[in-house]
Nanobody
Framework: QVQLVESGGGLVQAGGSLRLSCAAS????????MGWFRQAPGKEREFVAG????????YYVDSVKGRFTIARDNAKNTVYLQMNSLIPEDTAAYYC?????????????????WGQGTQVTVSS
């Protein structure tokens, strides 16, 4: 497993932007598929975005397509989530996750390393 630490959450008005970062403490970061999940109170954890080991392939849930961008810097052991045009429905705790054993994860159970989460609150 790898230790993951998220940062960049906060309170923002609707229409605003935030960039989340996730730093990984591991020598072989490029061996991990990385993803961002979110969980709002009373709701299930949702797979928001994912990026392949090389960064060539990305995944987005429909509700964030065109607004969120996932990227990674393997030299810095960091994955990012740029969130633009935020809406109140984006309010949630956001979690960074890594998967070494599954090349193209489909959901939370395919990930084996998790961060502690960072809160994103979008006011209307």
């Amino acid at each position: 497993q790898v230790q993951l630490v998220e940062s960049g959450g906060g309170l923002v008005q609707a229409g605003g932007s935030l960039r989340l970062s996730c730093a990984a403490s591991v020598r072989t970061f490029s061996n991990y598929y990385m993803g961002w999940f979110r969980q709002a109170p009373g709701k299930e954890r949702e797979f928001v975005a994912g990026i392949s080991r090389s960064g060539a392939d990305t995944y987005y849930v429909d509700s964030v397509k065109g607004r969120f961008t996932i990227a990674r810097d393997n030299a810095k052991n960091t994955v990012y989530l740029q969130m633009n045009s935020l809406i109140p429905e984006d309010t949630a705790a956001y979690y960074c996750a890594g998967s070494r054993r599954v090349a193209l994860p489909k959901g939370a159970r395919d990930f084996d390393s998790w961060g502690q989460g960072t809160q994103v609150t979008v006011s209307s």
